[in-house]
């Protein structure tokens, strides 16, 4: 026992006091060594101790001793970890609310309101962001993400999903969505809605660059139910994924989930975009701003609709002496997938661009509904619910009647839009619609207009299907429709043969009710029983007109969309005379031009003759190269460089002008997109052809779509694979480059 004791004295000494005199030097050596080994292991061992406890911490079921023993680990590594107050909800109204510009602050505690779905961005005008303030209790950031959520799914944190996070968003997405939430003011969150309307709020938690999503009634009352954890990192890869508050093996966002994700995301890129006009008496400053994630107008294309209607219309009401808000020009800068700011400059191009992407995007979102055309291969608006016989025309909802309306408004501020001054031009925003559309907006009087959709007249209606069918001449299968809408006119004019035949054509087209019929068979028409119920053989006449079906859809359903785009467009047709009074504006607008030249004026044109003759060479820059370098090889000769210009501009002329063997309609709208940032060619305008002036020459025409410029190569160039040396790979090269992703262009 006594030499038990002398060695673990001899042991303490040699660690406690390593230096003792009493041992020998080298013992005295290897003491210091090992106390400094034994101090470094058993810090590391407590850290290590510290660290798995931080790991293990967020559990199912959080106790007093839990919580305690946390703050107590906390306060000794002095982590520091910063709790956030997420006190502010910040929204603004849903689509087709009445009228977001007059949004107060309002109170969560208030009865008459409830907190809005959307995010309003800041603008320079009075606007006023409703933020609903809530008193809640603090919580934890990010460690105690997600505990079990009310959905009655079964086993929601197993790995079941049967699409992972990446297939459903790309990286581009994902690096968008940390980059606009990490934005928004420390102690805010966004709150959004699904489909369902069940409220969510979405978050960014700094400390953890993580985002959370959450119920919005948990996380107000302070309940850990209901809350999806992501971290995504810098290259848009999702790192970790937290659901009921346990960290998940794989880094798939459950089926169950994605919805939450998918409007977060959504309400992310409305709080990303940004709508301002600005005080300026300059005509070399636009009035409009508008700064936006360019894929995002796609993504929300209705609410980016909405918020341009909206500023053009603050922009219009304000009164300056140099008229420039007469005419408001807007000015784009787009932003990149992390929200910096991207290199083009716009001087027109990138506004065509975004006018152009506007309105694709709404043609495509399933929010409005739209009947494509055979015979242009463009579109005609159209409501949801199909015409049902005999039964009122279906009207639009509040939502869909707010964003026909500010389509309307657009289309009138494109109509009016001038070329002055000339660095900026006019707008158009790109060709998508049947020109149809336009006559049958213009056969609307003011008055007529103003009248609501289902107090319309019948005489009205049938003027505007009448205008629908007759805008394209050479569609001889509608002529069966033209031919009733004139029997209805002159109903009280027919003869008994005459009616004879509209009966059986009724027949034949199921139009004709069998108590009609002889012996209610659906066969023969009953002469007798129409005769004395001719009021009723009259409005299944007029009937017939919307409901029959056809290659030009139900024309029954087109007629209240046109409807509130007339409304959108009068609303902001310009008075030339402050005399003059809207209807008489409006009446004199719609009677001193044709629908061809609204529509032109409004969308531009696909018409490949005029695209083809609007080029114009402009080879000054040839002669002043050739000068300045004629005794050296940096140049082919002058006019070698001009004839081999005029060659390849005549190779894409032919090409435009071809409609068997050149260019496909498609492909002619993604080349104008190219050439001129939007997918149709405006009245008045030219695309100058100029040369490349550096080496080495591209045989993809350089594009400047701010001025409609165009360069070509002065000698025969190459490009990996690609060539220009004869018109069939001069036309190749332009389709695998240029045409492939032709929006990717517009920046240039």
């Not at 609410?303 to 603050?314: A, D, M, N, R, T």
């Not at 009723?536 to 785009?565: N, R």
């Amino acid at each position: 026992m006594i030499y038990i004791i002398n060695f673990c004295d001899q042991t303490a000494r040699f660690l406690v006091d390593p230096l003792n005199t009493h041992f020998s030097l080298v013992t005295r050596c290897v003491a210091c060594a090992v106390a400094v080994l034994v101090g470094i292991a058993t810090l590391g061992t407590a850290l290590a101790i510290s660290g798995l406890w931080r790991k293990l911490r967020p559990i199912q079921e959080k106790n007093q001793t839990h919580e305690t023993l946390s703050k107590l680990f906390n306060s000794i590594l002095n982590t520091g970890e910063e709790r956030i107050n997420k006190e502010n909800f910040i929204g603004s109204p849903p689509l087709g609310s009445p009228n977001p510009l007059d949004l107060v602050v309002d109170s969560f505690d208030s009865p008459e309101k409830e907190p809005f779905d959307e995010q309003c961005p800041q603008t320079d005008f009075p606007l006023r962001l409703p933020i609903n303030r809530f008193n809640f209790p603090e919580k934890e950031p990010f460690d105690d993400a997600c505990p079990e959520p009310h959905f009655s799914l079964s086993n929601i944190g197993e790995e079941t999903p049967s699409r992972d996070a990446l297939q459903q968003f790309s990286d581009e997405d994902l690096i968008t969505f940390r980059a606009a939430l990490s934005k928004v003011k420390a102690g805010e969150v966004i709150l959004f809605e699904l489909d369902d309307h069940s409220k969510f709020v979405v978050w960014y938690n700094e400390a953890f660059s993580a985002i959370n999503i959450q119920e919005e009634n948990y996380y107000r009352d302070g309940h850990q139910i209901d809350k999806l954890g992501i971290i995504i990192d810098d290259r848009g890869k999702i790192t970790s994924l937290r659901i009921n508050n346990v960290a998940k093996d794989s880094n798939r966002v459950p089926d169950a989930f994605l919805p939450q994700v998918q409007e977060s995301f959504k309400a992310a890129l409305r709080h990303s975009s940004h709508y301002r006009t600005r005080l300026t008496h300059h005509s070399d400053y636009a009035p409009i701003v508008i700064t936006i994630v360019r894929r995002g107008i796609k993504e929300i294309p209705a609410f980016h609709l909405q918020k341009f209607s909206q500023v053009i219309q603050e922009a219009k009401g304000r009164q300056d002496d140099s008229k420039i808000y007469d005419d408001p020009k807007i000015y784009v800068e787009f932003l990149k997938d992390d929200l910096s700011l991207d290199i083009g400059v716009d001087q027109g191009g990138l506004s065509l661009d975004y006018l152009d992407e506007l309105f694709d995007g709404i043609i495509n979102s399933p929010i409005l509904s739209f009947q494509s055309m055979e015979s242009s291969l463009l579109v005609l608006p159209r409501t949801k619910e199909s015409y049902q016989h005999l039964q009122p025309l279906p009207k639009l909802n509040k939502q869909e009647q707010t964003l026909y309306e500010d389509i309307g408004k657009v289309m009138m501020y494109c109509c009016q839009s001038q070329v002055v001054p000339e660095e900026w031009g006019s707008y158009h925003m790109g060709r998508h619609f049947d020109e149809a559309l336009f006559k049958g907006v213009l056969c609307l009087t003011a008055q007529e207009i103003d009248t609501p959709f289902e107090n319309l007249a019948v005489p009205t209606l049938l003027r505007m299907c009448e205008a629908l069918l007759s805008a394209d001449k050479g569609r001889e299968d509608m002529d069966y429709l033209m031919r009733r809408i004139i029997w209805v006119e002159t109903f009280h004019l027919l003869d008994d043969e005459t009616v004879l035949e509209v009966a059986r054509e009724l027949i034949y087209a199921d139009c004709l009710p069998i108590d009609l019929t002889l012996n209610n068979k659906g066969e023969e028409p009953d002469m007798e029983k129409i005769q004395s119920s001719k009021t009723h053989f009259l409005t299944c006449l007029t009937d017939s007109v919307f409901y029959q079906e056809g290659s030009h859809g139900q024309l029954g359903i087109q007629l209240a969309p046109l409807h509130a785009i007339a409304k959108g467009m009068k609303a902001l047709c310009r008075r030339s005379d402050e005399l003059i009074t809207d209807e008489l504006s409006w009446n004199n607008f719609m009677t001193y031009r044709s629908f061809q030249e609204v529509s032109d004026k409004i969308q531009g044109s696909l018409d490949r003759k005029t695209i083809a003759n609007q080029m114009t060479l402009d080879l000054g820059l040839v002669d002043q190269i050739h000068k300045v370098n004629q005794n050296s090889s940096y140049w082919l000769n002058a006019q070698d460089a001009k004839g081999e210009i005029e060659k390849k501009m005549g190779w894409l002329q032919e090409w435009i002008r071809d409609e068997k063997e050149g260019a496909t309609q498609d492909e002619l709208k993604r080349l104008l997109k190219f050439l001129t940032a939007s997918s149709s060619f405006p009245k008045g305008r030219e695309i100058v052809v100029k040369a490349q002036c550096e080496r080495p020459f591209s045989p993809v025409p350089i594009v400047h779509t701010c001025s409609f410029e165009i360069e070509l190569a002065p000698e025969p160039s190459s490009y990996g694979k690609h060539h220009d040396h004869t018109k069939e790979e001069f036309i190749t090269s332009l389709k695998e480059i240029a045409l492939t992703h032709p929006s990717a262009y517009s920046m240039m």
